[in-house]
T-cell receptor
Framework: RKEVEQDPGPFNVPEGATVAFNCTYS??????FFWYRQDCRKEPKLLMS???SGNEDGRFTAQLNRASQYISLLIRDSKLSDSATYLC??????????????FGQGTTLQVKP | NAGVMQNPRHLVRRRGQEARLRCSPM?????VYWYRQLPEEGLKFMVY????????ESGMPKERFSAEFPKEGPSILRIQQVVRGDSAAYFC????????????????FGEGSRLTVL
């Protein structure tokens, strides 16, 4: 079983739609959680951190459910520029102070006009 | 204000040759990480280095792969006797030392070096 699992998609949605991505992780001792964004053939960039209390940044909302080992990302009012691959990322136990991140395969979003 | 610089961006090697990938971290960053992204797969951690020290190499294949981050100059990921399965995008990332405005989990990635083994 993969440590971080995501539905690879692609998710094809019209502009203005609301879309949600989910991610599960296998290690209950995982410490920190993030969403990264990766454009086609580009480098990943941090989108936002994920907390149990939820984290909202404009049109983006991330949520963590530790009991279910489940992470979500909600994008409201999708824009064409949101088209990218969204990577679910966790840090292993004991690695919160290092750069050892565990990446999911990514979920591809295509926003259509 | 240059970001993480990697070169070459694209590298083609024949089986059995050596590949050297270079990475200069962002200014002020003393921690360097190498990740590999195979086609249709997620990024996989390879190694974490500080100047002249390998901190964590738990993701490095046991043979043919090595990494260094010398006191002067860029970090280098070296792959000896490349095989077709080494074809991948190799991303370098950097971060500042812990506590110096560092956001946990935020790595700054370079644009990657894409290795193709013929």
């Amino acid at each position: 079983r993969k440590e971080v699992e995501q539905d690879p998609g692609p998710f094809n949605v019209p502009e203005g739609a609301t879309v949600a991505f989910n991610c599960t992780y296998s290690n209950s001792a995982s410490q920190s959680f993030f969403w990264y964004r990766q454009d086609c053939r580009k480098e990943p960039k941090l989108l936002m951190s994920v907390y149990s209390s939820g984290n909202e940044d404009g049109r983006f909302t991330a949520q963590l459910n530790r009991a279910s080992q489940y992470i979500s990302l909600l994008i409201r009012d999708s824009k064409l520029s949101d088209s990218a691959t969204y990577l679910c990322v966790v840090t292993p136990s004991g690695s919160s102070n290092t750069g050892k991140l565990i990446f999911g395969q990514g979920t591809t979003l295509q926003v259509k006009p | 204000n240059a970001g993480v610089m990697q070169n070459p961006r694209h590298l083609v090697r024949r089986r059995g040759q050596e590949a050297r990938l270079r990475c200069s971290p962002m200014k002020g960053h003393s921690h360097v990480y190498w990740y590999r992204q195979l086609p249709e797969e997620g990024l996989k951690f390879m190694v974490y280095l500080q100047k002249e020290n390998i901190i964590d190499e738990s993701g490095m294949p046991k043979e043919r792969f090595s990494a260094e981050f010398p006191k002067e100059g860029p970090s280098i990921l070296r792959i000896q006797q490349v095989v077709r399965g080494d074809s991948a995008a190799y991303f370098c990332a950097s971060s500042p030392p812990p506590g110096r405005g560092r956001v946990t989990g935020e790595l700054f990635f370079g644009e990657g070096s894409r290795l193709t083994v013929l």
